[in-house]
């Protein structure tokens, strides 16, 4: 079935800074790829979704990028802010008999410093 | 509008006792899913409901079940609890296939098995 590694587990960066999130999956036949943003005690939220047909994102200071050949795909955030505080999942999905099956990566827990 | 709804929010089980954890939406969403988040593992699904009337196993079924009641609930039953079923348990939900259309999750509920 589909792996879906993220890295780092954990990332701490200043304010203002930038902050990336790095993906790879081992399913070629996966062809979307969403991003979910999980605040302390509360439910995952889709923040940004890329296809496979795509190479970049972009929405306002939040961008995916995929790389389809290496199976890699990442996300950028720029001029964090506190709020962006969170851990954050990418996903891979497929289809599989019909239906998309998704799986999610371990989770990056980006804590930005004021 | 409430999305989608779990209840209970949070619960505690001694060793062979059962419960049903209930999901509602109010979206008209086709497809439900039952996930559990354990630190470190990120996101994995228990079970999924592609349409009314249909269930399928999904990574981690064993000790669960399910029943998609109507198209509005699908709820999730633990027989016998067992402390490696300690984890927190998200509902989700989708118009259609995850992957065509957006997911969006319940509120979580964190369940303990002492």
């Known amino acids: 079935g589909e792996n879906v590694e993220q890295h780092p587990s954990t990332l701490s960066v200043q304010e203002g800074d930038s902050a990336v999130i790095k993906c790879t999956y081992s399913?070629?036949?996966?062809?979307?790829f969403p991003w979910y943003k999980q605040e302390l005690g509360k439910r995952p939220q889709l923040i940004i979704d890329?296809?496979?047909?795509?190479g970049e994102k972009k929405d306002q200071r939040i961008a995916v990028t995929l790389n389809k050949t290496a199976k890699h795909f990442s996300l950028h955030i720029t001029e964090t802010q506190p709020e962006d505080s969170a851990v954050y999942f990418c996903?891979?999905?497929?289809?599989?008999?019909?239906?998309?099956?998704?799986?999610f990566g371990t989770g990056t827990k980006l804590q930005v410093i004021p | 509008n409430a999305g989608v709804t779990q209840t209970p929010k949070f619960q505690v089980l001694k060793t062979g006792q059962s419960m049903t954890l209930q999901c509602a939406q109010d979206?008209?969403?086709?497809?439900m899913y039952w996930y559990r988040q354990d630190p470190g593992m990120g996101l994995r699904l228990i079970y999924y409901?592609?349409?009314?009337?249909?269930?399928d196993k999904g990574e981690v079924p064993n000790g669960y079940n399910v029943s998609r009641l109507n198209k509005r609930e699908f709820s999730l039953r633990l027989e016998s609890a067992a402390p490696s079923q300690t984890s927190v348990y998200f509902c989700?939900?989708?118009?259609?296939?995850?992957?065509?259309?957006?997911?969006?999750f319940g509120q979580g509920t964190r369940l303990t098995v002492v």
């Open positions: 399913d070629s036949a996966s062809n979307y």
């Open positions: 996903a891979a999905s497929k289809n599989s008999g019909g239906y998309q099956k998704v799986t």
């Open positions: 989700a939900s989708s118009e259609f296939s995850w992957g065509d259309t957006e997911a969006f």
């Open positions: 979206m008209n969403h086709n497809s």
């Open positions: 409901s592609a349409s009314e009337g249909t269930t």
């Open positions: 890329i296809r496979s047909n795509v």
